[in-house]
T-cell receptor, first 111, second 113 residues
């Protein structure tokens, strides 16, 4: 099993550009989430999904959109990139009663 | 909302010694889970150990054990016989009946040879 696959691993954007961070899992997990990690702030939840067709906002959703058309995929869209969105992004998935399996992360820089 | 507090930004331990990483949580949910993750310098997040709020015994996984004190709302991670490879960031996390995950700010552990 590949687990949770995130692409790209690194990305540089100009302010105002849009992009999609891809996330796919092959473990048939119901739950998927996106987190951002900033120094001294731990991981903060951006958006999450408890199943295909269902998404909800986390702590820091502004500037991001998600969709969950299939169980496997949970892309994160940055609508108009801002320097404040420079961060490391993690996608994670889990079964309802389990712990998260994390992707390897995407290091995003917005200039 | 849940809140997780990790009060130790950095810890040092001698190789082969035991170390305790502190974690306190704040929740009004009767049912919740507690997790510890390790993040080495390479950046990946590695699941270490899980404790359910109704579990009677403290969870153990190899050299990791979770010292769960429900009344104090604490879930400290104990690493026995520290190894150089244990040097990493450690995050405590909790989930509730709403199934959202909340992470602490982490503790950086350095194992000294």
């Amino acid at each position: 099993n590949a687990g949770v696959t995130q692409t790209p691993k690194f990305q540089v954007l100009k302010t105002g550009q849009s992009m999609t961070l891809q996330c796919a899992q092959d473990m048939n997990h119901e739950y998927m989430s996106w987190y951002r990690q900033d120094p001294g702030m731990g991981l903060r939840l951006i958006h999450y999904s408890v199943g295909a067709g269902i998404t909800d906002q986390g702590e820091v959703p502004n500037g991001y959109n998600v969709s969950r058309s299939t169980t496997e995929d949970f892309p994160l869209r940055l609508l108009s990139a801002a320097p404040s969105q420079t961060s490391v992004y993690f996608c994670a998935s889990r079964h309802r009663l389990g712990g998260y399996t994390f992707g390897s992360g995407t290091r995003l820089t917005v200039v | 909302a849940q809140k997780i507090t990790q009060t130790q930004p950095g810890m040092f331990v001698q190789e082969k010694e035991a170390v305790t990483l502190d974690c306190t949580y704040d929740t009004s949910d009767p049912s919740y889970g507690l997790f510890w993750y390790k993040q080495p310098s390479s950046g990946e997040m590695i699941f270490l150990i899980y404790q359910g709020s109704y579990d009677q015994q403290n969870a153990t996984e190899g050299r990791y054990s979770l010292n769960f004190q429900k009344a104090r709302k604490s879930a400290n991670l104990v690493i026995s016989a520290s190894q150089l490879g244990d040097s990493a960031m450690y995050f405590c996390a909790t989930t509730n009946t709403g199934n959202q995950f909340y992470f602490g700010t982490g503790t950086s552990l350095t194992v000294i040879p």
